[in-house]
T-cell receptor, first 114, second 109 residues
């Protein structure tokens, strides 16, 4: 089972460039999220989606856009990359039901902005 | 300000010692999860606790959810080098998961 697939695994961007991080899940989960992970900060929520066509902002949404046209895909767009966006990005797909929410993560994308 | 505060942030112990990691919040969560993350990988779910006061055991790991569903603890008995990693707690609010800062555990042989 593929689970959550993120691409690319590594990326180097120049300041001002744009790019899209891809995320796909095959578990038919309604919820999908994007997090960034920085040393000592845990995982901070960027954007999330509770279903196709529905997205909302998390804790640190500035500089990022998302869309959810299908249940399977949830791409994250960096509009104009900045060095402060150097981080490791994780996509998660979540099951929510019976009082619990459980997330399954991709392998991560290590992004460096120079 | 973190909604979920984990402590300690770093822990270095010898093989065979016991340890406890705490996850505290002023907010109520519908459920709370513990994840373990190894370098270069995404977090992997260890356990979910749902009911206030609930205790779950996973081999040498014991997880507890506070009575008011605002806090949780992870206790490891007789730690092994294979337990080394980043431990993250996460609270569920609707469909969102909010994470603590993580506890970096190093178990030396």
């Amino acid at each position: 089972n593929a689970g959550v697939t993120q691409t690319p695994k590594f990326q180097v961007l120049k300041t001002g460039q744009s790019m899209t991080l891809q995320c796909a899940q095959d578990m038919n989960h309604e919820y999908m999220s994007w997090y960034r992970q920085d040393p000592g900060m845990g995982l901070r929520l960027i954007h999330y989606s509770v279903g196709a066509g529905i997205t909302d902002q998390g804790e640190v949404p500035n500089g990022y856009n998302v869309s959810r046209s299908t249940t399977e895909d949830f791409p994250l767009r960096l509009l104009s990359a900045a060095p402060s966006q150097t981080s490791v990005y994780f996509c998660a797909s979540s099951y929510s039901g019976q009082g619990r929410t459980e997330a399954f993560f991709g392998q991560g994308t290590r992004l460096t902005v120079v | 300000t973190q909604l979920l505060e984990q402590s300690p942030q770093f822990l270095s112990i010898q093989e065979g010692e016991n340890l406890t990691v705490y996850c505290n919040s002023s907010s109520v969560f519908s459920s709370l999860q513990w994840y373990r993350q190894e370098p270069g990988e995404g977090p992997v779910l260890l356990v979910t606790v749902v009911t206030g006061g609930e205790v779950k055991k996973l081999k040498r790991l014991t997880f507890q959810f506070g009575d008011a569903r605002k806090d949780s603890s992870l206790h490891i008995t007789a730690a092994q080098p294979g337990d080394t990693g980043l431990y993250l707690c996460a609270g569920a609010q609707g469909g969102k998961l909010i994470f603590g800062q993580g506890t970096e555990l190093s178990v030396k042989p």
